[in-house]
C-alpha cells in the first residue's frame, strides 16, 4: 500500500483537488490536513536523500512552501502525492548539492540500546554494520529504491514519478538492489529468525 | 532487463530485507516532532499566505492614483491663485465713490429719510420698512 493511500485513490484525488481548491481562493487552513498528510512520507524521502534530521525538516518545510507557490500548476486531476515528493526529490537533490554531502551519507546508523548480554550486543553491532556496508555498497539509485519501496512503502509508480523513471525501470532497480543485499545478508536470517 | 511483462507490476514487499534494512535505518518522526515541524509548516503557509493577499505597493499606488492626480492639480491651482491672484477679482483697492461727500450732504440735509438713506446706501432689501413722515 502507498504511504499516503488509505481511502481509495480517487476519493485522496477528489479530497486533494478541493483542497487544493480552498487554499487557491485564499484558505490556508485548508492545507493543513495536506501537511499532515504527507509529512512523514515527505520527511522519509528528504532523510533518505540528505541523511541528517534537520536538513531533512528544513527539506520538508521548504517543499510544503514551493508546492503551495506553484499550486496553480498542480493538476487537479491526478493525485497530489507523487507531484509534492516530485519537489521534495528535486529540491532535495539541489539542497544535498549545496551542502555538498555525498549520497553515501544517508546511512545514520540509530544502532539499539546496549543489554545485558555483551555477546548479543556485538553480534547486533556486527549485524548492523553488515547491513549498513551492504547498503553502502549498492549504487546511490538502487539503495534509495530499495529503502523507498521496502521500508517506506512507496509504490513503483510514486518512486517512478518522484526519480523521473518508469516505472518499469524502477522495479528492475529495485530487484537489483535486492538481489545484491539478498546475497550479502542471507547468513543472518538463520539469526534473524531466531529473534 | 527481461521483457515477458515482470517489472509491469510491483513485486512483494521482502520482510528479511524489511527487517534487516529497517534495523539501521533512523526511524520515522516521532509523534511530538512531527507535530512540531507540522506547525512550523503552518506558520510558514499562514505568513506566505497573508503575504500574498496583502496588495503589493504598485497596487496600492494604483489604487490612489486618480486621488492622487486631483489633489495635485488642485494644489497647483491654489498655488496659482495665491501667487498670481484670481482673475475674478480686482487687484487694486476699491476705489472711493467720488460722490461721497455730496451723498454725505444730502442725508445730512434729510436726517430722519430711512428711505433716502436706504437708496443712497444701495440697501437692495426686498423687505418695506414702515412709511414715516419727515
Known amino acids: ?195 | 532487463m527481461r521483457s515477458d511483462g515482470a517489472w509491469d507490476r510491483d513485486p512483494v514487499p521482502d520482510p528479511l530485507l524489511r527487517r534487516l534494512v529497517g534495523r539501521v535505518s533512523v526511524p520515522p518522526l516521532a509523534e511530538q516532532d512531527a507535530a512540531r515541524l507540522e506547525a512550523a509548516i503552518m506558520s510558514a503557509v499562514r505568513r506566505e499566505a497573508a503575504r500574498a493577499t496583502a496588495p503589493a505597493w504598485w497596487e496600492i499606488a494604483a489604487r490612489w492614483a486618480p486621488a492622487a492626480a486631483a489633489a495635485g492639480l488642485a494644489a497647483v491651482v491654489l498655488s496659482g491663485l495665491v501667487l498670481f491672484g484670481s482673475p475674478f477679482s480686482s487687484s487694486s483697492a476699491p476705489e472711493a465713490a467720488p460722490e461721497t461727500a455730496a451723498v454725505a450732504q444730502v442725508i445730512g440735509r434729510y436726517p430722519g429719510d430711512a428711505v433716502l438713506a436706504s437708496l443712497i446706501s444701495g440697501d437692495d432689501s426686498d423687505t418695506l420698512s414702515p412709511w414715516s413722515e419727515p
Do not use: C
Open chain 1, 1 to 195: 500500500m502507498s504511504p499516503t493511500e488509505g481511502a481509495g485513490p480517487r476519493d485522496h484525488i477528489a479530497a486533494d483537488a478541493a483542497a487544493v481548491e480552498r487554499v487557491l481562493a485564499g484558505d490556508a487552513e485548508a492545507f493543513a490536513p495536506m501537511v499532515r498528510r504527507f509529512l512523514q512520507p515527505a520527511y522519509n524521502v528528504a532523510y533518505r536523500l540528505l541523511g541528517n534530521r534537520q536538513d531533512a525538516e528544513d527539506l520538508v518545510q521548504e517543499a510544503f512552501l514551493t508546492a503551495l507557490a506553484n499550486l496553480r500548476s498542480f493538476d487537479r486531476s491526478r493525485p497530489f502525492g507523487p507531484w509534492f515528493y516530485r519537489i521534495v526529490w528535486t529540491r532535495g537533490l539541489n539542497l544535498r548539492k549545496s551542502l555538498a554531502r555525498r549520497a553515501a551519507e544517508p546511512l545514520e546508523s540509530e544502532r539499539h540500546p546496549g543489554t545485558a548480554d555483551p555477546a548479543a550486543d556485538a553480534e547486533r553491532t556486527e549485524l548492523a554494520d553488515t547491513v549498513l556496508g551492504a547498503l553502502a555498497e549498492l549504487p546511490e539509485r538502487q539503495r534509495l529504491i530499495v529503502q523507498l519501496f521496502d521500508l517506506d512503502g512507496f509504490s513503483g509508480a510514486e518512486i517512478g514519478e518522484m526519480l523521473g523513471l518508469n516505472p518499469g525501470t524502477v522495479r528492475w532497480y529495485l530487484h537489483q538492489g535486492r538481489r545484491a543485499l539478498r546475497e550479502r545478508l542471507a547468513p543472518f536470517q538463520e539469526a534473524l529468525d531466531e529473534e
